[in-house]
């Protein structure tokens, strides 16, 4: 148990950094945490509620599992864990699978149109099961996966918040893995042998651009070890003056002042 102890405080030190920074809970919040059967999600509602028995704001946890009805969904299995392990939680079921098949053709990536077909009814679930905060378990690769892709391939300058308030306001989403490192979940989820549930609907899709992604991060980090924690960093310290963003700054000015940009060298 050495290892899963090491691991559990590693990744709490992550979680409560997280949310100390970015105000992510509050005294009494009703948090619903949607459990996809992944490594992550499981990841994050043990650390919840680990956090939960020792952290001095009280609050309350919903797991939350939605079967999206692919063919041999094996949800009995994640709903036994949860019930066995003494979790509150709501199983739901909703065919978006067919959406997306009759959507997208053959070939299509088929995650975005998923994703947001799952987030539309965790949002509508959070309010009728009378939760505040909805925790998704996107974790500290995930947003410099996100960061990169848009960098690369939507000419975007974003990636996942920590705290986002929805569109039409019901729903705050918090993403308190936001520091954890991806390896250190694997880590947990291996020696705490959580019953995992594989994607079979975008998981059998090769060459996403994602997967790409995700490659030349780990091919860069054998030649910078820092270079997530670099990435990451560097997403709180934006230097906006020195960007092209028009929208942000008045370049017709004659003279603009800002911090200075430090020189980068080979």
Not at 114 to 135: D, F, I, P, Q, T
């Amino acid at each position: 148990m050495g290892d899963v102890h090491r691991l559990e405080k590693s990744l709490l030190g992550h979680v409560g950094r997280a949310i100390a920074d970015f105000g992510l809970i509050s005294p009494g919040d009703r948090v619903m945490v949607a459990v996809s059967g992944g490594k992550d999600s499981y990841g994050l509602l043990h650390l919840l509620r680990l956090l939960q028995k020792k952290a001095p704001v009280p609050f309350t946890l919903l797991a939350v599992n939605l079967d999206q009805g692919q063919p041999g969904y094996p949800g009995h299995r994640l709903e036994g864990w949860l019930r066995d392990n003494g979790y509150e939680y709501r199983m739901l079921k909703e065919d978006t699978y067919r959406i997306v098949k009759e959507k997208l053709e053959p070939g299509q990536t088929q995650c975005s149109l998923c994703s947001r077909l799952r987030r539309g009814v965790l949002y509508n679930a959070a309010v009728e099961l009378g939760c505040n905060k909805l925790a998704l378990g996107h974790h500290r690769d995930d947003l410099i996966h996100t960061l990169l892709l848009n960098l690369f391939f939507a000419g975007s300058m974003g990636s996942m918040p920590p705290k986002l308030k929805s569109d039409d306001g019901r729903n705050t989403v918090i993403r308190p893995l936001a520091y954890a490192p991806e390896s250190e979940l694997a880590e947990l989820a291996a020696a705490l042998e959580f019953p995992i549930i594989p994607c079979e609907l975008c998981g059998s899709q090769d060459n996403l651009q994602r997967k790409r992604v995700k490659r030349l991060v780990d091919d860069l980090a054998h030649e910078i070890p820092n270079v997530r924690s670099s990435i990451l960093g560097a997403m709180s310290n934006l230097r906006t003056s020195h960007l092209l963003d028009k929208g942000l700054w008045s370049f017709q000015e004659e003279e603009r002042s800002g911090p200075p940009c430090p020189e980068t060298r080979p």
